[in-house]
């Protein structure tokens, strides 16, 4: 991968990723920056349809959609663009910090598989994602998407014009129900939508 600033330089000490919708994928090295030549090399497992993003302090870049065959090579070039920095906290609903928390920002793209950046909270309950392209947060509605074990999920819109302050989302206490759907046979079935509830929320796609 080669990394460019805004103006066409190379840009040294980007951070590089591979996401798709669902989550992050195994990707070596974990947390790869670039040199200052503004080149990294990844290695990537997983699924085949995935992006590449890169990102400095107020930059970044969200790649089109990659399809490589195992064991194949593939050189990709991506410029940065203005991006904000998206960071903040989730805590419980007496204010305490919820460490671990898998919290997605879901963007506004045309892409029909979705497009969301990862991460988890740390022992602080504070999580960071990095600098996101201001392009795609101006583009359409955002939210962010929040599970925690034994928490309620939170479903949250993106406010763009809270720019400084530190982003709180707050969870409220619920369950945690985990199962498996098998067919007869006790033949595992995927791609079951399972819901709960009054009207419904969805837990568990596979």
């Known amino acids: 991968v080669t990394v ?102 879901q963007l506004w793209t045309d892409d029909p598989f979705g497009l969301a950046v990862h991460t988890e909270t740390d022992e602080t309950g504070r999580f960071d994602l990095g600098a996101v392209p201001q392009r795609l947060l101006d583009a359409g509605p955002a939210a962010f998407e929040v599970t925690a074990d034994a928490h309620t999920p939170l479903t949250e819109p993106f406010a763009p014009h809270a720019r400084e302050a530190e982003i709180l989302l707050r969870l409220s206490r619920g369950q945690t129900v985990r199962g498996r759907f098998v067919a007869l046979g006790n033949a595992p079935v995927a791609g079951v939508v399972v819901e709960v509830g009054n009207g419904g929320h969805e837990v568990s796609r596979d």
């Open 4 to 105: 460019l600033r805004p103006d066409g330089g190379p840009a040294g000490g980007a951070r590089v990723d591979a996401v798709t919708n669902f989550g992050r994928l195994n990707v070596i090295p974990a947390d790869a920056v670039t040199d200052r030549d503004g080149r990294a090399t990844l290695q990537i497992t997983g699924r085949a349809n995935f992006r590449l993003r890169a990102w400095t302090a107020d930059a970044a870049v969200l790649g089109e959609r990659l399809a490589v065959d195992p064991g194949a090579r593939q050189d990709v070039t991506l410029q940065l663009e203005p991006a904000r920095a998206v960071r903040g906290r989730v805590e419980t609903e007496g204010g305490g910090a919820l460490a671990g928390a898998r919290v997605a920002l």
